[in-house]
C-alpha cells in the first residue's frame, strides 16, 4: 500500500536517523510502531506522510513512486494521513468544525462535501457536542479527538497517528482505540507510535520495532514475545506474555504458544488448564490444547511472506530478564 525502499534520512547537519529503510504498510493492518526514544518513529511517520523526503530511496503508494510537487503531494495527502503527536502542532482555526474542514476545505470539495465530512468526522471521534467551541480552551484530550478528526475528515485509506493515547485517561484511551477499530472496520489501515507494549499487543496485528541494528516487522505476537528485540528497542515484555511465561515455568500453562493479550485471555488459557486436570504440568499437551483459546480475543493474525511464520525463539523463560 505505502512503501519505503532503500530509504535514508538525516536532518540538518544532524547523523542519520534511517538508513537504507524498506519499510511497508499493507493494505488493512493494524501496525504498531515501537521503538526506544529518538530511534526515528516520528521521522519514519513523516517520511510516509510526505512531510519529509527521503535523501536516498523512495516511496511508493499502491506501487507508484511519489511525486513531491503540489499535485503530487495532493494526492499523497489524500491517501495517507499524519496526526503527529502534540495536537497543538496541528490546531490553529478558531473552532473546532473549522480545523476540521480546513483539509476539505484546502482539496476544494464543495461545501455540502464539506459538511458531511466534517460531521462524519466529528461523529467518528465522539466530539459532535464541541464543533463550536474554541480549540484554544479544549482539554488535552478534546485537542487530540480533534486533530485526529481534522485527519479523518480527508478519508484516508491510511492513517498514521504519533503517539495518539499519551497524554490521555486510561477511558479516552479505550475510546480511541473503539473509534480506530471503527475506521479500521470502514476498511482504513492504521499505523500508530506507541511505547505502550500491551496496547501494542492488544491491539495492532503487526508490529514493527526500531533498533540500531534496523527496523523489524512482524505479527504482532510473536513479535512482541521476542525478549532480545524488545531489549534492543528499549522496551519490556507485554504483560501478558510475561505473565504467561512465569505462568509456564511453574508448570501452570503448558501451552509453549500462549501469548494472551488481555487479561480475559490469560484468565481463559488458565482455566482450560485447570480443567484438563489433572495432567502432568510438566509435559506440554500440545494437542490437547483447546481450540482458539492461543488468541482468544485478540485481532487476526496476518501471515507474512517476507518473515518466518513465526519468528518466536524456543526461549527459557528462566533465562528472560524477570518482568519489572
Ligand atoms: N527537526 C529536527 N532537526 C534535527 N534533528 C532532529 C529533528 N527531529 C528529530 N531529530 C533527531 O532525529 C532522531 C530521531 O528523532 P524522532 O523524533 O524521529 O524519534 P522518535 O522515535 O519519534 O522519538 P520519541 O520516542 O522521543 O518521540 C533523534 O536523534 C532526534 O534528535
Ligand atoms: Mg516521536
Do not use: C
Not at 499535485?71 to 496526526?83: A, C, I, M
Not at 474554541?134 to 479523518?152: D, E, M, N
Amino acid at each position: 500500500m505505502v512503501a519505503l525502499s532503500g530509504a535514508s534520512f538525516a536532518y540538518e547537519e544532524g547523523p542519520a536517523v534511517l538508513t537504507g529503510l524498506d519499510f511497508t504498510v499493507r493494505e488493512g493492518r493494524a501496525l504498531a510502531l515501537l521503538g526506544r526514544n529518538g530511534s526515528g518513529k516520528t521521522t519514519l511517520m513523516r517520511l510516509l506522510s510526505g512531510g519529509l523526503r527521503p535523501s536516498a530511496g523512495r516511496l511508493t503508494v499502491g506501487g507508484q513512486p511519489v511525486t513531491y510537487d503540489r499535485r503530487g503531494l495532493t494526492r499523497l495527502r489524500t491517501t495517507v494521513q499524519l496526526v503527529v503527536q502534540d495536537p497543538d502542532d496541528q490546531l490553529f482555526a478558531a473552532s473546532v468544525a473549522q480545523d476540521v474542514s480546513f483539509g476539505p476545505l484546502n482539496l476544494g470539495l464543495p461545501d455540502a462535501e464539506v459538511r458531511s465530512r466534517v460531521d462524519e468526522a466529528l461523529a467518528a471521534l465522539d466530539i459532535t457536542a464541541l464543533a463550536d467551541r474554541p480549540t484554544h480552551l479544549l482539554s488535552y484530550g478534546q485537542r487530540k479527538r480533534t486533530a485526529i478528526a481534522g485527519a479523518v475528515a480527508m478519508r484516508p485509506r491510511v492513517l498514521i497517528l504519533d503517539e495518539p493515547t499519551a497524554g490521555l485517561d486510561p477511558d479516552g484511551q479505550e475510546r480511541l482505540l473503539d473509534t480506530l477499530g471503527r475506521l479500521r472496520a470502514g476498511g482504513t489501515t492504521v499505523v500508530m507510535a506507541t511505547h505502550d507494549v500491551d496496547l501494542a499487543l492488544r491491539w495492532s496485528d503487526e508490529a514493527a520495532l526500531l533498533t540500531p541494528q534496523g527496523v523489524h516487522t512482524g505479527p504482532s505476537a510473536p513479535t512482541l514475545a521476542r525478549a532480545d528485540l524488545l531489549a534492543r528497542a528499549g522496551l519490556r515484555l507485554p504483560w501478558g506474555i510475561a505473565a504467561a511465561e512465569l505462568l509456564r515455568a511453574q508448570g501452570l500453562l503448558p501451552d509453549p504458544d500462549a501469548a494472551p493479550r488481555t487479561p480475559e485471555a490469560l484468565a481463559a488459557l488458565a482455566s482450560a488448564h485447570g480443567s484438563r486436570k489433572p495432567t502432568d504440568p510438566g509435559k506440554p499437551t500440545g494437542s490437547g490444547k483447546p481450540t482458539g483459546a492461543r488468541k482468544p480475543t485478540g485481532p487476526r493474525e496476518p501471515a507474512d511472506p517476507g518473515e518466518p511464520a513465526d519468528p518466536r525463539e524456543p526461549v527459557d523463560p528462566r533465562e528472560r530478564p524477570p518482568h519489572p
